[in-house]
Nanobody
């Protein structure tokens, strides 16, 4: 069992560059691909970014490509989402998750989820 805890959210001005962190405990973090998803009220959770267990490969939704960067530090059991050039439409609850299957762009392949952190982008 892996427990995931996100941090780093909050109120950010448009154009800002916050970094989200997701700390893992209770399991072999380095065995899992890790992903970030986001959700707004009344809408489905959407894929944002993912990274393989080694960090060798990364994947991004088209809407964030070139603005967000996912990375991980297996020694610290932490995955990060560096966000930049934020837009009001990036406002959402961001959740990290651990995957043991491919493709990592699909939420059904994730088995552990954090509780999420709210990111609100003001214009």
């Amino acid at each position: 069992q892996v427990q995931l805890v996100e941090s780093g959210g909050g109120l950010v001005q448009a154009g800002g560059s916050p970094r989200l962190s997701c700390s893992a405990s209770g399991g072999a973090f380095s065995r899992y691909a890790m992903g970030w998803f986001r959700q707004t009220p009344g809408k489905e959770r959407k894929f944002v970014a993912a990274i393989t267990w080694s960090g060798e490969s990364t994947y991004y939704a088209d809407s964030v490509k070139g603005r967000f960067t996912i990375s991980r530090d297996n020694a610290k059991n932490t995955v990060y989402l560096q966000m930049s050039s934020l837009k009001p439409e990036d406002t959402a609850v961001y959740s990290c998750a651990a995957s043991n299957a491919f493709p990592v762009t699909q939420s059904k392949n994730y088995i552990y989820w954090g509780q999420g952190t709210q990111v609100t982008v003001s214009s």
